[in-house]
């Protein structure tokens, strides 16, 4: 099974802030409020495993195995009777399949074991392999976490993570401690390979029981709290129902910042005493700014993105369709460049997303790489020109 790193460097722990929110401002039907980066605590289990792997038989091997299992012979003068070969041959075959635990002796009776019979009724060869792997458990509830969370998900041993030095993840601690039954019980389960327990396992135990940490954000919204961990393009549904109560409780301690206030703080700040901020039907804040300071005081991304202050969030806008639809081809060719998109569907997508959020009608790709030629972007219109 594929295991995770235990660690890696802190730019690669999570996605930047401004990216969640962009997420959960996508969704319909929320009302985003504020914004936690936090670090949970996970159990991380280390077992050693009995796995059983299927392997190709050897011919004369098989044939001995559905001679014992199948035709009643069971001693080694009778099986080379009926293939009309040296007794030494058999011999040599029988001791093989003892050693893989297909066959055992009594005496001079010879039978296949429940794994030699499981092997001959499906045909192939089943051979038991030990192995260690790592799985992972909530620290608030025990709940295991699924395989999707396995892939790309970073685990930390050290309850301290800052992003490109200014993001800064709090940690919320558990008192619980680690249950050994949810280790038992997820073994039992019918859908445990969902949780990233093969079905092959045969055998497990527990070597070592560790508390790590989870980068996640916890977005605070009208409706429940929404949790995000990099592994995941939208909100973790598993983590967002389980945690609900507890994470309820600790967004109620964090005395809310007055939004408007902290931007227009901002803005003041910045030069623009004479913008105003105004909600969206989702309630979040949004600034319009004049359509000329992007691509020149503002980088493209930051159109139709957010800044973040004190756990708040405020759009960037300007009311300019036109180029609000070159930010769309700008940020989708960077993206490009930089390999984050390799095939036309990927591509396609993120047009369709980012054209979504900022409010503009999708360009083909074929228009990016008008565009890219335009701008004599060689690097670009190369990747463009091979995408499959």
């Given at each position: 099974?594929?295991?995770?790193?235990?660690?890696?460097?802190?730019?690669?722990?999570?996605?930047?802030?401004?990216?969640?929110?962009?997420?959960?401002?996508?969704?319909?039907?929320?009302q985003?409020?504020?914004?936690?980066?936090l670090?949970?605590?996970v159990?991380?289990?280390?077992?050693?495993?009995?796995?059983?792997?299927?392997?190709?038989?050897?011919?004369?091997?098989?044939?001995?195995s559905?001679?014992?299992?199948?035709?009643?012979?069971?001693?080694?003068?009778?099986?080379?009777g009926f293939?009309?070969?040296e007794?030494?041959?058999?011999?040599?075959g029988?001791?093989?399949?003892?050693?893989?635990?297909?066959?055992?002796?009594?005496?001079?009776q010879?039978?296949?074991?429940?794994?030699?019979?499981?092997?001959v009724?499906d045909?192939?060869?089943?051979?038991?392999?030990?192995?260690?792997?790592?799985l992972?458990?909530?620290?608030?509830?025990g709940?295991?976490?699924p395989?999707?969370?396995?892939?790309?998900?970073?685990?930390?041993?050290?309850?301290?993570l800052?992003?490109?030095?200014?993001?800064?993840?709090?940690?919320?601690?558990?008192?619980?401690?680690?249950r050994?039954?949810?280790?038992?019980?997820?073994?039992?389960?019918?859908?445990?390979?969902?949780?990233n327990?093969p079905?092959?396992l045969?055998?497990?135990?527990?070597?070592?029981v560790?508390?790590?940490?989870?980068?996640?954000?916890?977005v605070?919204?009208?409706?429940?709290?929404?949790v995000?961990?990099?592994?995941?393009?939208?909100?973790d549904?598993?983590?967002?129902r389980?945690?609900?109560?507890i994470?309820?409780d600790?967004l109620?301690?964090?005395?809310?910042?007055?939004?408007?206030?902290?931007?227009?703080?901002?803005?003041?700040?910045?030069?623009?005493h004479?913008?105003?901020?105004h909600?969206?039907p989702?309630g979040?804040?949004r600034a319009?700014?004049?359509?000329?300071?992007?691509?020149?005081?503002?980088g493209?991304?930051?159109?139709g993105?957010f800044?973040?202050?004190?756990?708040?969030?405020?759009?960037l806008?300007?009311?300019?369709?036109?180029?609000?639809?070159?930010a769309v081809?700008?940020?989708?060719?960077a993206?490009?460049?930089?390999?984050?998109?390799?095939?036309?569907?990927?591509l396609?997508a993120?047009l369709?997303?980012?054209?979504?959020?900022l409010?503009?009608?999708?360009?083909?790709p074929?228009?990016?790489?008008?565009?890219?030629?335009a701008?004599?972007?060689?690097l670009l219109?190369?990747?463009?020109?091979?995408?499959?």
């Amino acid at each position: 099974m594929s295991q995770p790193p235990r660690r890696a460097p802190t730019p690669d722990a999570h996605v930047p802030q401004n990216r969640v929110v962009e997420r959960v401002n996508a969704l319909p039907g929320v009302q985003p409020l504020r914004i936690f980066p936090l670090l949970l605590p996970v159990w991380g289990v280390e077992i050693k495993t009995t796995i059983r792997e299927a392997q190709p038989y050897e011919v004369f091997d098989q044939y001995l195995s559905r001679a014992i299992a199948e035709a009643g012979l069971n001693d080694l003068p009778s099986l080379a009777g009926f293939f009309g070969v040296e007794p030494a041959l058999v011999e040599r075959g029988v001791a093989f399949l003892t050693t893989i635990g297909h066959a055992q002796r009594a005496g001079e009776q010879l039978t296949l074991t429940d794994l030699g019979h499981r092997s001959v009724a499906d045909g192939c060869r089943y051979v038991l392999k030990e192995d260690r792997q790592r799985l992972y458990f909530d620290g608030f509830t025990g709940a295991p976490m699924p395989r999707t969370h396995y892939t790309g998900t970073v685990w930390l041993d050290s309850p301290e993570l800052k992003l490109n030095g200014r993001t800064e993840f709090h940690v919320i601690n558990s008192p619980a401690p680690f249950r050994p039954d949810s280790l038992d019980q997820l073994l039992r389960r019918p859908d445990r390979e969902d949780f990233n327990v093969p079905l092959t396992l045969t055998d497990a135990a527990p070597l070592e029981v560790t508390k790590e940490w989870l980068p996640v954000y916890v977005v605070e919204c009208v409706q429940s709290p929404l949790v995000f961990i990099k592994a995941l393009d939208g909100p973790d549904p598993l983590l967002s129902r389980v945690l609900a109560p507890i994470l309820q409780d600790v967004l109620a301690a964090e005395v809310p910042a007055d939004a408007e206030r902290v931007w227009r703080e901002w803005l003041d700040g910045t030069g623009f005493h004479d913008v105003s901020t105004h909600r969206l039907p989702n309630g979040t804040l949004r600034a319009t700014l004049p359509a000329r300071l992007f691509g020149d005081q503002f980088g493209w991304a930051k159109l139709g993105s957010f800044e973040t202050r004190k756990h708040t969030f405020l759009q960037l806008w300007c009311d300019d369709a036109a180029v609000r639809r070159r930010a769309v081809l700008v940020r989708a060719g960077a993206i490009v460049r930089a390999g984050g998109i390799r095939r036309r569907d990927e591509l396609t997508a993120r047009l369709n997303e980012l054209a979504a959020q900022l409010e503009v009608t999708t360009p083909h790709p074929h228009e990016l790489l008008v565009h890219a030629r335009a701008e004599k972007d060689d690097l670009l219109v190369a990747a463009l020109e091979i995408m499959a």
